[in-house]
């Protein structure tokens, strides 16, 4: 007859114990080394977050992937370090798809700083920008799953879309800065941030054409710039496709171009020609408005669209 395995050397009673005195657990010793390594501050309970010390957030440089960020060499004035920190400085403007914050990213205990401009998209379902598909037209997503998400208007769709917006403006900086149109100097792409050179000076926004009251050689130079800057994105097979004098500002004299999200390829668009054309009316119509001939416009729309091919 087998006999019974003998369990009584791992019987455990469940029989209440009577409360064991940290005297006999803890020597005075031992106790003494854990107060002397608790804090003073009663209401201390440790860190809560790794924030930083000061400032809204650390910085997000090495977040971004190398092709997140701008084209090299970078300029000098891009803080790379590890230990930046961000510190918001305030709503620079609203738009349509996206708000733009001034930002300084500082390295704590020294006096390197710069300012720069962060551009958040909007989720597509609190955009206020309703004539999306004629700029995206020619623009498709690489993934079949995030072509059914955006023509379903799905949350992971509106989402990519943001995301789609963003990526392709620093898409845009990142061409027309390296072909040497005057846009500004893109940082780094996370999400549906996109964070850029800042143009203006003691964080106060360069003010755009608009604003300007330029007298006769100061139009004639600026227009000779806007010329210019669009002569070499139609070289590079592009137009801004929503160019006007609210999203061009005037900095030291130097004619810049803003807001690209919209950026259209004038040859996989079907309205390329349509979207070029309306750039340099639009844009030349202030121009003319305030003195400068009329037939300077007409010249340039004949060279742009000789120059695409679509004349």
């Not at 609190?126 to 004539?131: A, D, P, S």
């Not at 003319?288 to 004949?302: F, N, Y």
């Amino acid at each position: 007859m087998a006999r019974r395995p003998d369990r009584t050397s791992t019987f455990q009673s469940t029989a209440r114990r009577r409360p064991v005195d940290e005297d006999e657990v803890f020597s005075p010793q031992e106790r003494e080394r854990f107060e002397a390594m608790r804090s003073a501050d009663p209401d201390d309970h440790g860190p809560c977050d790794d924030g930083p010390p000061s400032g809204d957030r650390w910085s997000i440089w090495d977040q971004s992937e190398p092709l997140q960020r701008g084209p090299r060499p970078w300029p000098d004035w891009i803080i790379t370090d590890l230990g930046a920190v961000d510190h918001e400085l305030g709503v620079l403007k609203t738009g349509k798809e996206a708000d733009v914050h001034l930002i300084e990213r500082a390295v704590p205990g020294t006096d390197r700083a710069t300012v720069m401009a962060s551009k958040r998209y909007r989720s597509a379902e609190h955009t206020h920008f309703n004539r999306a598909a004629d700029y995206t037209a020619g623009r498709t997503a690489r993934r079949s799953r995030d072509r059914r998400a955006l023509a379903k208007r799905t949350r992971f769709g509106l989402e990519q879309a943001a995301g789609r917006w963003a990526a392709a403006e620093f898409d845009a900086l990142q061409r027309l800065h390296t072909a040497g149109v005057a846009v500004p100097y893109p940082v780094q792409i996370l999400g549906t941030e996109v964070i850029m050179e800042f143009v203006g000076a003691d964080r106060a926004a360069a003010p755009r054409l608009a604003e300007t009251r330029p007298d006769e050689p100061e139009l004639e130079s600026l227009w000779d710039q806007a010329c210019e800057n669009l002569r070499l994105m139609t070289e590079h097979g592009f137009t801004h496709g929503d160019l006007s004098a609210y999203n061009t500002v005037v900095h030291d004299g130097r004619l810049i171009l803003l807001d690209l999200p919209q950026i259209v390829d004038i040859y996989a668009n079907p309205m390329g020609r349509e979207f070029l054309v309306r750039d340099v009316q639009n844009l030349g119509g202030w121009f003319t408005a305030r003195g400068m001939d009329a037939a300077e416009v007409g010249d340039l729309q004949s060279e742009l669209t000789a120059l695409a091919g679509m004349p």
